[in-house]
């Protein structure tokens, strides 16, 4: 049996399009015409493999249709729109979409996408880390009444006896940048190895992951002391001195 997908968008015309090629590419397929419809069957049968919604899904708007996906499942989501503009690639990533593909689109693409997204592994499995002998913990922020702790392994991030909800892009984000204190990565970089390998997504991808990330485990995200941009080149992780 295929991986399952489904597709949610109120034009059958771009649902007949994505529906016949994934089948051809051995995907079990499931469409919605509405993202209510959508959500019902996520609630009646559990969430599919990989997701894709346009950002046309009838009375409710796309972003609120992905923050409620986001409240229970884990599931990779890609966005289809006909809109280039960066505000609704960020407020689409930022309800927490995973990719945004703009219209036309080559079905190439499309697949060699979701490909991308499927082979990323779920929080606490993550193959092929540059780190060579990870330690169970590693201390962000030495904060004496609330340090805030990242485990690779155990696939979690603390703020104290508190746990951080981070999506699975943001863990691996702050997992590479882990690895390498110090060090700046590049949004090329980051988007190859916290994505996958050869994957070819936009570079605004890794800012929007970022910010999210920031906002999380800074104590101010509008000065960030962590995760530190350095403008022209990328992004660095600064240990506790």
């Given at each position: 049996?295929?991986?399952?997908?489904?597709?949610?968008?109120?034009?059958?015309?771009?649902?007949?399009?994505?529906?016949?090629?994934?089948?051809?590419?051995?995907?079990?397929?499931?469409?919605?015409?509405?993202?209510?419809?959508?959500?019902?069957?996520?609630?009646?049968?559990?969430?599919?493999?990989?997701?894709?919604?346009?950002?046309?899904?009838?009375?409710?708007?796309?972003?609120?249709?992905?923050?409620?996906?986001?409240?229970?499942?884990?599931?990779?989501?890609?966005?289809?729109?006909?809109?280039?503009?960066?505000?609704?690639?960020?407020?689409?990533?930022?309800?927490?979409?995973?990719?945004?593909?703009?219209?036309?689109?080559?079905?190439?693409?499309?697949?060699?996408?979701?490909?991308?997204?499927?082979?990323?592994?779920?929080?606490?499995?993550?193959?092929?880390?540059?780190?060579?002998?990870?330690?169970?913990?590693?201390?962000?922020?030495?904060?004496?009444?609330?340090?805030?702790?990242?485990?690779?392994?155990?696939?979690?991030?603390?703020?104290?006896?508190?746990?951080?909800?981070?999506?699975i892009t943001e863990f691996r984000l702050l997992c590479e940048l882990a690895a390498n204190p110090?060090?700046?990565?590049?949004?090329?970089?980051?988007?190859?190895?916290?994505?996958?390998?050869?994957?070819?997504?936009?570079?605004?991808?890794?800012?929007?992951?970022?910010?999210?990330?920031?906002?999380?485990?800074?104590?101010?995200?509008?000065?960030?002391?962590?995760?530190?941009?350095?403008?022209?080149?990328?992004?660095?992780?600064?240990?506790p001195k």
């Open positions: 049996m295929g991986a399952s997908l489904m597709i949610v968008g109120d034009d059958f015309r771009v649902r007949d399009t994505l529906r016949l090629a994934m089948e051809q590419e051995g995907y079990e397929v499931a469409e919605a015409g509405a993202a209510e419809v959508a959500l019902e069957r996520l609630r009646s049968n559990g969430a599919p493999d990989v997701m894709i919604v346009d950002m046309l899904v009838g009375e409710m708007d796309a972003f609120t249709c992905i923050r409620e996906v986001r409240r229970a499942h884990e599931v990779p989501i890609m966005v289809v729109s006909a809109s280039e503009d960066t505000h609704d690639v960020v407020a689409a990533l930022e309800a927490g979409a995973d990719d945004f593909v703009t219209k036309p689109f080559e079905i190439k693409e499309i697949s060699a996408r979701m490909r991308a997204l499927r082979r990323r592994p779920r929080l606490g499995a993550l193959p092929d880390d540059p780190m060579s002998d990870p330690p169970a913990e590693i201390v962000l922020d030495a904060d004496d009444d609330a340090p805030l702790v990242l485990s690779p392994d155990g696939g979690v991030v603390r703020r104290g006896d508190e746990q951080i909800p981070l999506t110090g060090r700046v990565l590049s949004r090329t970089l980051l988007l190859e190895r916290a994505w996958d390998e050869g994957f070819f997504g936009d570079e605004r991808l890794v800012d929007v992951h970022i910010r999210r990330l920031r906002t999380k485990i800074e104590s101010d995200s509008s000065d960030p002391r962590i995760v530190v941009t350095v403008r022209g080149l990328g992004y660095r992780l600064d240990m």
